[in-house]
Structure formats: C-alpha cells, structure tokens
C-alpha cells in the first residue's frame, strides 16, 4: 500500500524559509514522477511543483519560480520542498502526491494528507 506522508511545515514570518519534506513507503520510489501542491480555504488546490522520476526535469508553478526548489533523494525515498522568501499568500496545506494520472500539473494517483503552512505578515 502506497503511503505518502508530508512533514516540516509550521508557522514562518514573512520572508522566512521552511522546508517541507515527503517521505514514501510502498512503491518503487525512483520510477515515478512527483508533486507538491497546496490549498488554501475556500481555494481550489493549485500545483506548485513537480519532479519526473530520475530528478532530471523539474516544473514549477510560476509563483514558485526563484523562491521553491523541489529536490528527491531517491536512496532515501524522500521528496522535499524548500521555500524561502515566503509570503502570507504562501499559506496552504502543502501536499505530496505520486504518480500523475497525465501530465505534471494534473491529478495524481496517490496524495498525502499534507502540512500545514502558515505566514505571517
């Protein structure tokens, strides 16, 4: 059974960093690509970033762009997600998924129950 679990998120000041973390069990780790996204209340869930397998090709929301680096440690079967120059409109429930049904920024087979991020100004 495939499980995905979030971790590293919390309360940050404005212009802080956090990295987020997502640690998998139950599949072959280095085969499948990867994403974070987040929802935020009364918002739709939005796509933030997303890894193919091998770690090789990376995509990123653009709001993502220059502030989130997503990186695997395959060995490890971990995913992270560090986010630096955080903003308020940064604050969501940031969740881990696997293996996307089609394309990076689509649906995902397999999803995490998420971490909470929060911002202050």
């Known amino acids: 059974q495939v499980q995905l679990v979030e971790s590293g998120g919390g309360l940050v000041q404005a212009g802080g960093s956090l990295r987020l973390s997502c640690a998998n069990s139950?599949?072959?780790?280095?085969?499948?690509?990867m994403g974070w996204f987040r929802q935020a209340p009364g918002r739709e869930r939005e796509f933030v970033a997303a890894l193919i397998g091998t770690g090789d090709i990376s995509d990123y929301a653009d709001f993502a762009k220059g502030r989130f680096t997503i990186s695997r440690d395959n060995n490890k079967n971990t995913m992270d997600l560090q986010m630096s120059i955080l903003r308020p409109e940064d604050a969501a429930v940031y969740l881990c998924a696997a293996i996307p049904n089609s394309g990076l920024r689509g649906e995902y087979r397999f999803w995490g129950q998420g971490t909470q991020v929060t911002v202050s100004s």
């Open positions: 139950g599949f072959v780790w280095n085969i499948w690509h």
